[in-house]
Every structure is written in C-alpha cells, then in structure tokens.
C-alpha cells in the first residue's frame, strides 16, 4: 500500500498540535505584514541572491534530496562523528511556530539553536507568537535566547533614548525573566550601519548580529563587500567597518527560498551550496567560516514569504544530521578584543 509521506508528516504535526493546545497553525493565512514587504525590498537582502554564487565553493555536493520524507518522532541516536564543519542556527521574531513545529525537529536530531526574541511580542499574548513558558521551555532544553529589541523597530535615526529603550530595554526585559543576553539582533538588519546604533548595541552587548551573508568570516577577512584586515568596529578612514563584533554576518534563509519561488528541490540544493562552501576556506582543520543561518517562522505553510515549511525544515535539518555538522547557538560565537577576530566557543 502505498504511504503519502506529506500526510503522515501534516497528521503527525497536527496531532502534536492539538495535544499540546496549540491552534497556531490556523492563522498561517495571514497576509503578509509590512515587515515582510520591507524585508523583500531590501537591498542588502537583494545583494545576496548574487553574491553567494560570485564565491569559490567546494563541490563536495554529491548527495540527492532523500524522496521519502521523514515525520516528527523520537530522538535520532548512533552518529555522532564530525565532518568538521560547522553551522549556527537561529530563528528570529518568537513566532509560535518555532516551539510547535521546530523545535520537536530540532529535538530530535539533538540540535541546540538560539531564539533572538522581541518581548513586546512575548509580552502580546498572541497565539501566533511565543509566550514566556515557551521561552522557559526552550532554555530549558538547551536554546540559547538572546534578544531582538522591544517593539522590533527600524532603529535606523531613531533618537539615543528610543535607541536604549529598544536595545538596552529588551536586555533589561529578558534579564527581568531570568534570561542573560549577550547578543542583539537588529531588526530588518537596519541600524548596523549607523554608528549610533551600533554604538549602543556595543553598550549593551558582546556581540550584535546583522546580515547578509552566507559565510561569516572570523577574521572579518574575505567578504566581497569589504577590504578590511580584522574585525575592527571601525577602518582606518574612520568609517564603520562591514564586518565587526556587533556586525556578525548572518543569512535570512527566508532570501533563498523567496529566490528560488518555494521550490523545495532547489532550496534543498541551495541550503547544501551554502551549508558546504565553508570547506574552501576551512583548511587544515581550522574553522575560519561559519554560515550563520536565521530562520523566521517554521509550521505548515507552503510558499508564503518568512515562513518555512516544516516537512522541508526537517529535510535541511536531516541533512546537516547525516552529514555530521556541528550544529552550533550563536552564544558559541566569541570575540577577541586583542586580535579583533571571532572564535567557536565550547565546540567538541
Ligand atoms: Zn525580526
């Protein structure tokens, strides 16, 4: 007889749902909100679909996408030896999703990842967002929460107090629920060019996190944008750096699979590209490039901007399972301030 895969998957979620209490899943038709319109219209965003393939990669690519799909069940156990290389994941904005749909995927692969969360939005009470029990449940199970401002404002020209209630207030909120964050997020990715911003986050934070990059370089040297010789916060001209402690260089995976229209198959291939170009410059053992890869929502949605499906989330995280990446939170990236360079912290 044969087994649709999908509907074992879909069935198995939804029951999950609904013993947990969840009916998430139910307002996944929702039109997109204007973040969503201003993250596809931004330029570094845009900048990323191209710049990705400009660079040398390893073709070390010779998998297929597995044709049956595997369903959400108990821990996977027996591999554990290491390929070498590395990814962070992350998921931005506490969508209720992440806890419902990613974090049992995550689970059962035994990865650990970081949620960067804004509290107005735990705060809200809204069924389609996280709440602080959920909070407590992720770090309970080993996630890293780290922080993602307030309100999830444009801090681009705000004024210094709006700047502190948004990045040092939501410090001070997750600290008030027992949580200690050490890296900030910049909504939209905007601000992390502005020295007052970055300023800030420097006052409150070890390390801030913007995009948009498949491979953070932990020498800052290597990206194509820039020409900078280390880490610095600024350049010999005086100027801001590209790449620095509170600029890390992450990837909205959301850009690809807005790219390639939801093609399930071609997303696939592209998540290996990027998960695997690391290796051209992670020569001799030494770890010099990590993706650092943000996800937005995770449930049961097809083709819609920022949410990933969960059946093609498991297949990514399967993949990386199989191929024996360290799987990394980004509380595992730290800084140097003498040498101006990041490093991997707590990596067996
Ligand atoms: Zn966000």
Redo the contacts with the bound molecule.
Sequence with gaps: MHVCARCIFNLTLIVMMFIIGNSSYLNAAISLSS?HLRLLTNTDDLSILNHYHDQSVSTDLNFTPSSSHSIVRGNVSGVTNSNNKVIMLGF??GWKGQITFAKPILDKYGFKASF?V?CDYVNSGGIRRMNWQDIATLQKDGMDIES?TMT?ADLNGLKQDRLDYEVGGSKQCLASHGYNSTIF?Y??NSGSNDPDVVTTVGKYYDIGRSGTAPLMFLNCIGFKKSQQSDCRTYGPDGELNYATRYTARSLSFDIVEIKYSFDDNKVFSDFVEIVNSQSAYNLGGKINAVPLIIF?NVDLTTNRPYYTNAELFDQLMKYLYENHFKVLTYRQLGYNPQTNTFYLKDIS
């Design positions: 973040w931005d904005d960067f804004v993602h999830h997020a909504p939209y937005h």
